[in-house]
């Protein structure tokens, strides 16, 4: 089954999500580091976006050609996307390239990683967007 079509085995879940970058560059910078971390595969490739794949769902990253409206997670609209990470260990690897990189910035950092009550990273993308990965509860973890 080609990766356009529903799965019905999924129904329900996400099948892909598309985000509008005002830098496409910096921001294909970003989410190509973190969705490998992810497991996330790279799916297609053209001018003015990427795609990315893991699975039946897939994120798809587009230039916006109008940037005159940036982004704002606290208006109406898209709050945050939130992953499934594999370990603690992995989140702590990610907020840690998070650090490093110059185009991210780790979020609630006097709470990290229990911001949300649960060890999980809390970033912003190049563009804003607000992105948390959940690591498993700590007895799930062999």
């Given at each position: 089954m080609s990766d356009d079509y529903a799965d019905p085995a999924h129904t329900g879940q996400l099948h892909h999500v598309e985000l509008y970058a005002s830098d496409l560059e910096t921001s294909v910078e970003f989410w190509d580091w973190?969705?490998?971390?992810?497991?996330?595969?790279?799916?297609?490739?053209?001018?003015?976006?990427?795609?990315?794949?893991?699975?039946?769902?897939?994120?798809?990253?587009?230039?916006?050609?109008?940037?005159?409206?940036?982004?704002?997670?606290q208006a109406a609209g898209l709050n945050h996307l939130a992953f499934h990470g594999s370990s603690r260990e992995q989140?702590?690897?990610?907020?840690?390239?998070?650090?490093?990189?110059?185009?991210?910035?780790?979020l609630y950092e006097?709470?990290?990683?229990?911001?949300?009550?649960?060890?999980?990273?809390?970033?912003?993308?190049?563009?804003?967007?607000?992105v948390e990965v959940v690591a498993p509860d700590a007895s799930a973890e062999t």
């Open positions: 973190l969705l490998a971390e992810l497991g996330y595969e790279r799916k297609n490739e053209w001018n003015g976006g990427r795609s990315w794949i893991n699975g039946p769902m897939y994120l798809v990253l587009v230039w916006a050609d109008d940037a005159d409206h940036p982004f704002d997670r989140v702590d690897r990610l907020t840690a390239g998070v650090r490093e990189r110059a185009n991210a910035t780790v006097d709470r990290h990683p229990f911001a949300g009550g649960y060890y999980a990273l809390y970033c912003e993308d190049p563009e804003g967007i607000k």
